[in-house]
């Protein structure tokens, strides 16, 4: 076990490494120099000695691969930049942000969990029912509806209609019940999706397991239905979810920004629309690798989850 | 394969949900087609003595709150989220296949290589990527095509790329390279036919998402400018006056929900017709 962890977590590093480097070329791939991505509209009203130490800086008058490595060691460093907003370091800029995105995204996947899960087991269970058609209808008009407008469709209901949830906001920070009382609607809005992703993945799982020889023999032994489902079943069943559920995070991840858009959330993803529209590319690029590091780290731990329930993973 | 695909629309009718799915969408692909008839007023006149009208008559679904006609507006609106998930779709299907036959055919190196760099493209959601291109690249229809494109060219080069690997191991193919054929020839004659139903079932699918991914960059104000009519754009626009008047945003979403319910209706049934497999890919 812990072989495997170790090699997994040294496979953490060359992911971060093409991560980081994606963000590189695509900055030189947009049209115009670095310092016009790096100034944008600033760039006409900064004193050419600071456009020429910028250049410095980055090492901006050196080959590309030079200024590569540049870029390498000053992220390497946990150095990300300045912001052109305020001067100060992008990193101190963001981490305050990470905090309310974390809740969100944990917040979407629970309830997308108990939700989605016991639905599509359900639906396998009773299969060709009403239990069936009604679950596995409404998953796939969930599956449909943007997140932005389900969004706006609970603030209507819930914070308006019937006043019962906040409109908007994250509550005041380092108070957790209300913070939490503030999640309810948002996480609704973005685990609803997922819930209905998994709801249709537990589904066909749960039936193809059900399908097994195994299940044949638990049930000529004379278990109990719930004995067969559960014991037998349902372990089975999750691997196939378990991927679901990592992939699906991921998706999750960059359903942040609209969330947090919507809801004026002070998180990550409102914070990177907010440096988009502010021209502060720096900030941009920080949010960005910080969210590109958090699906990777989601795929090391789905990984782990994987060894955790198959023990046969950990020595392929 | 003509009588593959003969059975597969016929499986395809058979389902209920999948040709209900497919007259949806046959039936906005119309709405598009024809938005200058269909439209009953000009989606961009405004008229601040009628703003924020409730749907009613003559404005059936109501007005904004600079009084223009939403139906107008959603039908005109139709063009752009149909036009820009199209064309998104055959830029990432084609880079993707590209990629796919590329590292599929070859194995090695530049398989290994270009598998890594899908797996990089991949730690960026899709929506993300989007967003990031088109911050890079700047506003404009065209740069929305190409970022959402390019976002989507991992889920087809991974895909693509499976299908290439399974069946360049068949018999036939070792038979054609026995009698001489070019690489080419096995690529384009016997390869590409294969791997076609798979490659309409994601695009079908795939399509879906690429609507909802320009509907969220336009609702972000990253998309289509205004006052060109697009969903997602509606829907944040309304968003500002949802206590007066909540049928502003509300009902573009509708529209996007509409739509995407039918390419998923459909996908599904083209998968379960042509290509059961990808059912365990999670697509």
Redesign the interface.
């Known amino acids: 076990m812990l072989a495997f962890l170790i090699k997994r977590f040294f496979l953490l590093a060359p ?1 971060l490494a ?2 980081v ?3 590189f070329v ?2 030189r ?3 115009g120099t670095p310092i016009d ?1 790096i100034l944008g509209d600033f760039k006409d009203i900064t004193p050419k000695s600071t456009i020429e130490a910028i250049t410095r800086d980055y090492g901006l008058d050196k080959p590309i691969a030079v200024q590569y490595l540049y870029y390498l060691r000053k992220v390497l460093q946990g150095d990300l930049g300045f912001s052109l907003l305020n001067d100060r370091p992008v990193v101190s800029v963001i981490t305050p942000h990470l905090r309310p995105t974390l809740m969100l995204a944990a917040g979407g996947v629970g309830l997308a969990v108990l939700i989605g899960v016991p639905a599509g087991v359900a639906a396998a269970l009773h299969r060709n029912t009403s239990v069936d058609y009604g679950v596995m209808t409404l998953a ?2 969930w ?8 969004s ?2 609970l ?2 209901l819930l914070a ?1 209609k019937v006043p019962v949830l906040p409109m908007f906001g994250g509550g005041p920070p380092g108070n957790l019940p209300v913070e939490l009382y503030y999640l309810i609607l948002p996480s609704v809005a973005i685990g609803a999706r997922s819930a209905a992703l998994l709801a249709r ?1 537990s589904r ?1 799982a749960t039936l193809e397991v059900l399908g097994q020889d195994y299940i044949r023999t638990a049930r000529a032994k004379g278990l109990s239905q719930r004995l067969v489902v559960y014991r037998h079943g349902l372990r089975n069943a999750a691997m ?1 979810i378990v ?2 559920i990592g ?1 699906d995070l ?2 999750l ?3 942040t ?2 969330i947090e ?2 809801f004026a959330r002070p998180g990550l993803g409102k914070t ?2 907010d440096a ?2 502010n021209r502060d ?1 720096p900030v ?1 690029q920080g949010c ?1 690798m910080l ?2 590091a958090g ?2 780290f989601v ?1 090391f731990l789905t990984d782990l989850a994987y060894a955790a329930i198959d023990p046969r993973m950990k020595f392929s | 394969m003509r009588g593959d695909w003969g059975r597969a629309v016929r499986a395809l009718l058979r389902r209920r949900s999948a040709a209900c799915g497919g007259a949806v969408v046959i039936g906005v692909l119309a709405v598009a087609l024809l938005a200058p008839m269909v439209a009953p007023h000009d989606p961009v006149d405004q008229d601040l003595s009628r703003r924020m009208k409730p749907p009613g008559r003559p404005y059936l679904l109501g007005t904004d709150d600079f009084g223009r006609d939403i139906l107008s507006r959603i039908v005109w609106g139709s063009r752009v989220s149909l036009g820009v998930a199209a064309a998104s779709i055959v830029i990432g299907a084609s880079i993707g296949s590209l990629v796919g036959f590329a590292a599929g055919y070859s194995g090695g190196a530049p398989d290994h290589a270009l598998m ?2 899908m ?10 990527l989007a ?3 088109v ?4 506003r404009g229809v065209g740069n929305l095509v190409v970022a959402i494109g390019v976002a989507n060219i991992p889920q087809f080069g991974r895909i693509v790329r499976g299908e290439v690997l399974r069946i360049k191991l068949f018999d036939y193919v070792d038979a054609a390279r026995g009698l001489g054929a070019s690489h080419l020839r096995i690529i384009v004659r016997h390869l590409l036919p294969n791997v076609w139903p798979t490659l309409t079932v994601l695009m079908s699918l795939r399509v ?1 998402v690429a609507i ?1 991914s320009e ?2 960059l336009s ?4 998309g289509i400018r205004a006052p060109a009519p697009s969903w ?1 754009g509606m ?2 626009e ?2 500002k006056f ?2 007066l008047a ?1 049928w502003m ?2 009902v573009p ?2 529209a ?2 509409a739509l ?2 039918g390419l ?2 459909f996908g ?1 049934g083209l998968r379960d017709a042509l290509d059961p497999r990808l ?2 890919e ?1 697509t």
């Open positions: 992911a093409g991560a480097t994606l963000v695509v900055i791939l947009a049209p991505i796939v008009v599956l449909s509806a943007p997140s932005f407008w389900f706006i469709l603030i209507y308006y993945m066909s196939p991927t679901v992939l991921a998706y991840v960059g359903g920004v609209i858009t919507v990177m629309i988009i529209f590319y941009v960005v969210f590109a699906v990777i795929n | 890594r760099a797996d990089i493209m991949m730690a960026f959601p899709t929506l993300l967003i990031t291109l911050t890079v690249l700047g879906s909802l509907a969220s609702f972000l104000g990253l997602g829907v944040a309304g968003q949802l206590l909540p945003s509300l979403g509708l996007i929900m995407v319910l998923n209706l599904d059912r365990a999670g």
